[in-house]
Nanobody, 120 residues
């Protein structure tokens, strides 16, 4: 059974930083692209960043470019999302998801999410 567990969320002031972690188990980690999504209250879920399985290439949506960094540690089955210069509009539940076909393809497995709250 594939299991994804997010951690690292919390309350931070605007301009601050957080590092989210996604711990994966029950899968051949190297074969999966891992993405971060977020969903704010009353809004649709949106993609944030993804790191590919084939060559580890990172991809960031416009809202994350220049502020967020995604990385993976295949030896530990972990993906990190380093978030800097946080803004109140980054407040959301952040989810990680796994896809075998690569970034941008169907994500079959999802974590339960971790809350990020950025105060102004």
């Amino acid at each position: 059974e594939v299991r994804l567990v997010e951690s690292g969320g919390g309350l931070v002031q605007a301009g601050g930083s957080l590092r989210l972690s996604c711990a994966a188990s029950g899968l051949s980690f190297d074969d999966y692209a891992i993405a971060w999504f977020r969903q704010a209250p009353g809004k649709e879920r949106e993609g944030v960043s993804c790191i590919d399985n084939s060559d580890g290439s990172p991809y960031h949506e416009y809202s994350a470019k220049g502020r967020f960094t995604i990385s993976r540690d295949n030896a530990k089955n972990l993906v990190y999302l380093q978030m800097n210069s946080l803004k109140p509009e980054d407040t959301a539940v952040y989810y990680c998801a796994a896809a075998t076909a690569g970034c941008g393809y169907k994500y079959d497995d999802w974590g339960q999410g971790t809350q990020v709250t950025v105060s102004s």
